[in-house]
């Protein structure tokens, strides 16, 4: 019994159809036994072909496709709008095929992947001698597709510089190469695509509003994966059969809570994105059930919970860091006294009111520090340093806790010491007092 063939795009999971061929067990992760499934497996398969190949089955999709069917036999200008990997190029092809156009070249150009000094050479074509570097003469972009269909993909990358000229070809159908004085007639039809907000971009003077309206002449929106999740299972089925062909393994079946877990993802990459995680489910099989993995996941089953550590809350993290230093710190100017913990120390300033008896904990230790650093609190050998503390922090702590040090200090005093101005009780007041 023969089936249609789809053979295989390597970025989107669009293809074209091709010769019928008889091999039905390449279709085995949507075959039943059954053959009245094997039926209505063949008819879905003929029908996603019947259209270029495209693989889907959303209504998403489908208003794609009519709008498509719309607007092929016309010469009107199409943009095609929608994410990375949602299959803009093969959007514009099938727009090639279902044209009059049709037998006439699709030539295509990618603004993005072409330096800006070279685009409007590889756009419009340039004489000998134009410029440094050009040795020959060199046919562009415009007079290939004479005759024929030009799809610009990412357009929103064009110059400013380089939107007038083209501009002028959409509305006077004519250009000049560089380096000539001769103007060159064409027959285009153009489709352009982008991922950019090109309104956005019109706003903020980065794109030209004239070119924009002239480009909008019929857009089409291509909806990301996320949008059509019922299109997973047809696309995991579809890229599971191309890869298993390809390396020469038979693979069965295709796990449903796996699937499940897979409609859920949002797929940030889209399609290709989704043929990425495929293809190396393919690789890392070794049985007849497709061992398929979330993305992000490093091991093999599917939908690992990524890294908790991940989700925790930075600032968190540092106070905790920051108390083990202070402990440490302490645990280290004390004569064998065991540290003592100082949980209200943070970055932000004072939180909710400790206890007495942690306050003076935490005085007791900063006032030590300090009188071993002789008051300083900056430096290499400061206080803040010696605390693992930033300057800012130690000090911010110091008046909340009514430690205001002045420069010189004197040493370690006694329990009471007479500076020549003041005498006062250490034990009592953590005023430290200018030494005479």
Same mark, same amino acid.
């Given at each position: 019994m023969?089936?249609?063939? %789809? ?10 159809? %091709?010769?019928?061929?008889?091999n039905?067990?390449?279709l ?19 029908n996603?072909a ?8 959303s209504?998403?999709?489908?208003q794609v496709?009519?709008?498509?069917e ?13 994410e ?6 093969? %959007?514009a092809r099938?727009?090639?095929?279902r044209?009059h #156009? ?17 685009l @409007?050479s ?30 610009l ?6 110059p400013?510089e380089l ?10 159908r ?10 060159m ?8 695509a ?7 971009m019109?706003? @903020? ?7 924009y ?7 089409i929106r ?9 299109d997973?299972?047809v ?9 298993a ?23 940030p990459?889209n ?7 495929v293809? #190396?489910a393919v690789?890392?099989t ?9 993305p ?5 089953g ?11 809350? @930075?600032? @968190? ?5 920051l ?7 302490a ?17 932000n300033?004072?939180?909710a009111?400790p ?11 900063i ?10 609190v ?6 803040a ?15 909340k806790l ?23 009780d250490t ?10």
């Amino acid at each position: 019994m023969g089936v249609t063939a %789809i053979a295989p795009d390597p970025r989107y999971g669009l293809s074209e159809p %091709i010769r019928a061929f008889t091999n039905t067990n390449m279709l085995r992760p949507t075959v039943s036994s059954s053959v009245n499934n094997e039926l209505y497996v063949e008819e879905e398969i003929c029908n996603e072909a019947n259209f270029e190949g495209i693989v889907g089955q959303s209504s998403g999709l489908g208003q794609v496709l009519q709008l498509v069917e719309t607007v092929a036999p016309s010469d009107s200008t199409v943009l095609l709008l929608g994410e990375t990997g949602t299959g803009k190029e093969l %959007i514009a092809r099938a727009l090639h095929q279902r044209s009059h #156009r049709k037998q006439r070249p699709l030539v295509k150009l990618n603004c993005a992947a072409i330096p800006s000094g070279l685009l @409007e050479s590889e756009l419009f074509g340039h004489e000998r001698g134009a410029f440094t570097g050009a040795i020959t003469q060199k046919v562009g972009r415009l007079e290939l597709a004479d005759r024929g269909m030009l799809f610009l993909d990412e357009v929103g990358d064009i110059p400013l510089e380089l939107q007038p000229k083209l501009l002028r070809v959409l509305q006077e159908r004519e250009f000049e190469r560089l380096g000539s004085t001769r103007t060159m007639k064409v027959d285009i039809r153009l489709v352009a695509a982008t991922h950019r907000d090109l309104e956005t971009m019109m706003a @903020e003077n980065q794109f030209r509003s004239d070119l924009y309206y002239r480009l909008n002449v019929f857009p089409i929106r291509i909806p990301p994966l996320r949008e059509r999740p019922e299109d997973i299972p047809v696309l995991v089925r579809y890229f599971t059969d191309k890869y298993a062909r390809r390396m020469g393994k038979r693979i069965d079946a295709i796990p449903p809570a796996a699937l499940r877990k897979l409609m859920r993802w949002h797929w940030p990459g889209n399609v290709r994105e989704l043929e990425n995680v495929v293809e #190396r489910a393919v690789i890392l099989t070794r049985s007849s059930t497709l061992a398929i993995s979330m993305p992000g996941s490093t091991n093999g089953g599917a939908g690992a919970a990524p890294a908790q550590d991940s989700n925790l809350d @930075e600032q @968190e993290r540092m106070m905790r860091i920051l108390r083990s230093l202070v402990e440490r710190a302490a645990a280290l100017a004390s004569d064998n006294t065991p540290p003592v913990p100082v949980p209200e120390l943070t970055n932000n300033g004072p939180s909710a009111t400790p206890a007495n008896t942690g306050n003076l904990d935490e005085r007791h230790t900063i006032v030590r520090i300090l009188r071993e650093t002789k008051g300083r609190v900056g430096g290499a050998n400061g206080a803040a340093a010696r605390l693992g503390l930033k300057r800012t922090t130690l000090i911010a702590r110091m008046k909340k806790l009514g430690i205001a040090p002045s420069r010189p200090y004197c040493p370690m005093p006694p329990r009471w010491r007479r500076d020549g101005r003041r005498m006062f009780d250490t034990n009592r007041y953590t005023q430290i007092e200018i030494c005479s």
